[in-house]
């Protein structure tokens, strides 16, 4: 299991060929990337996340650790990088390696919706029309009663 | 004494990123009341409970947690991770 929280960009590819790589005896690996999204009808110049250091790494280990508990998993990654960021840039990356597919899949939603409402993570936009704080959506909090 | 954070627009509604506060507050709630007694900028940045998560010890909780023995308390929205 890693977690990793920096600034700077990660390879989606090498890291996601690392990471099948790493086991021989798992069948399935899914990963989910996070980008920065522009929107044309207010074009988006620069994202910035603001964190909250000690506990983003503790509250992301939490998290992959109750998912190792509830599915059957060879292994798990989490990549969130933080500060500012251009339209189009990764921010973010989850894998999970699993015998079959159903738990690799299962266990990367599960790891996103935690991770979005539950990691302190805070998005602020900067547009033409000036700087906004992205509010948090009640369906992603809904989101967890899933599970 | 007790280490405050602050962050996203709890952070630039009071000003800094975080302080030290002396407090015998008993609860969040508690140490709630005094900062927002101190000044204009902490009774805006917590006008509306709802609107705002805490973290004591850098693991989330709940207004009414207890503050005993805690060194860190740390106030902020909702996240917006992934």
Do not use: C
């Not at chain 1, 700077?8 to 899914?30: C, I, K, Y």
């Amino acid at each position: 299991m890693r977690i990793i929280v920096q600034e700077q960009p990660f390879d989606l590819g090498a890291e996601a060929n690392a990471f099948a790589a790493s086991r021989t005896d798992m069948g399935a690996v899914v990963t989910f990337t996070g980008v920065v999204r522009d929107d044309p009808s207010r074009p988006l110049r620069q994202m910035t996340i603001e964190h909250y250091p000690g506990m983003t790494e503790r509250a992301l280990e939490k998290i992959a650790t109750e998912a190792r508990a509830r599915w059957s998993l060879g292994d798990v990654l989490v990549i969130h990088r933080f500060g500012p960021m251009r339209p189009g840039e990764q921010i973010m990356m989850v894998a999970t390696a699993a015998r079959h597919r159903k738990d690799a899949f299962e266990a990367a939603e599960y790891l996103m919706d935690y991770l979005k409402s539950r990691a302190p993570f805070w998005k602020k936009e900067l547009a033409a029309d000036g700087e906004s704080w992205v509010a948090a959506k009640d369906e992603d909090e809904d989101a967890l009663t899933r599970w | 004494m007790i280490d405050v954070l602050y962050f996203a627009w709890v952070r630039e509604r009071i000003g800094v990123p975080r302080e030290q506060v002396s407090t015998d507050a008993a609860t969040v709630a508690e140490l709630v009341e005094e900062l927002r007694a101190r000044e204009e900028r902490y009774a805006l940045a917590f006008s509306d409970l709802k609107a705002l998560r805490v973290a004591v010890d850098q693991d989330l909780t709940d207004f009414d947690a207890p503050l005993k023995g805690a060194r860190e308390v740390a106030f902020f929205p909702p996240m917006t991770g992934g």
